[in-house]
T-cell receptor
Framework: KQEVTQIPAALSVPEGENLVLNCSFT??????LQWFRQDPGKGLTSLLL?????REQTSGRLNASLDKSSGRSTLYIAASQPGDSATYLC???????????FGAGTQVVVTP | GAVVSQHPSWVICKSGTSVKIECRSL??????MFWYRQFPKQSLMLMAT?????????EQGVEKDKFLINHASLTLSTLTVTSAHPEDSSFYIC????????????FGPGTRLTVT
């Protein structure tokens, strides 16, 4: 059974610092990996999707890497801003229908 | 990105009644949609996979007679919580992805259900 772990569970950084969020998964047979952002009481916003054949994806200040063989993904957020404060979730697609297995999330606080 | 809506955004109902939650893909067609529930301070747990025109597939431990899912069209899936009880109080979120594309999933804003 696929298990997804996110470390750390919580992170607080001053504005301007780079953020590094880690995600690990136990079964390397994944179809893709997605990073999401969730604000309190809200749904999820898709940040980046990495296909199983890809090594990384970039969007603006965000960069995500994927190492399937070691079961790891890392989300980098450059020059953090207070508006980046949220919970970040990673999820792996475990079948061809796109069924997602989520990690518990990393709660990020960026202080001004 | 693609947009998914949910209605209602929050609902309060009495124990024993049924509640229907709608999930709509506004600008894409979704053959497959997913329903999740999320308890406070916890991550999302997949409840079921909803396929247009066929029966939903439920995850282990999810009562299919209690959580009725209907995916009647390529843009609408509904979740009905039947005979709701206080332990069904939760945040319910749906997601879907365009039929053609990368399988990138788009999530609705969620529905907060409180059963009194």
């Amino acid at each position: 059974k696929q298990e997804v772990t996110q470390i750390p569970a919580a992170l607080s950084v001053p504005e301007g610092e780079n953020l590094v969020l880690n995600c690990s998964f136990t079964d390397s047979a994944i179809y893709n990996l997605q990073w999401f952002r969730q604000d309190p009481g809200k749904g999820l916003t898709s940040l980046l999707l990495i296909q199983s054949s890809q090594r990384e994806q970039t969007s603006g200040r965000l960069n995500a890497s994927l190492d399937k063989s070691s079961g790891r993904s890392t989300l980098y957020i450059a020059a953090s801003q207070p508006g980046d404060s949220a919970t970040y979730l990673c999820a792996v697609a475990t079948d061809s229908w796109g069924k997602l297995q989520f990690g518990a999330g990393t709660q990020v606080v960026v202080t001004p | 990105g693609a947009v998914v809506s949910q209605h209602p955004s929050w609902v309060i109902c009495k124990s024993g009644t049924s509640v229907k939650i709608e999930c709509r893909s506004l600008d894409f067609q979704a053959t497959t949609m997913f329903w999740y529930r999320q308890f406070p301070k916890q991550s999302l747990m997949l409840m079921a996979t909803s396929n247009e025109g066929s029966k939903a597939t439920y995850e282990q431990g999810v009562e299919k007679d209690k959580f009725l899912i209907n995916h009647a069209s390529l843009t609408l899936s509904t979740l009905t919580v039947t005979s709701a009880h206080p332990e069904d109080s939760s945040f319910y979120i749906c997601s879907g992805y365009p039929r053609t594309g990368t399988y990138e999933q788009y999530f609705g804003p969620g529905t907060r259900l409180t059963v009194t």
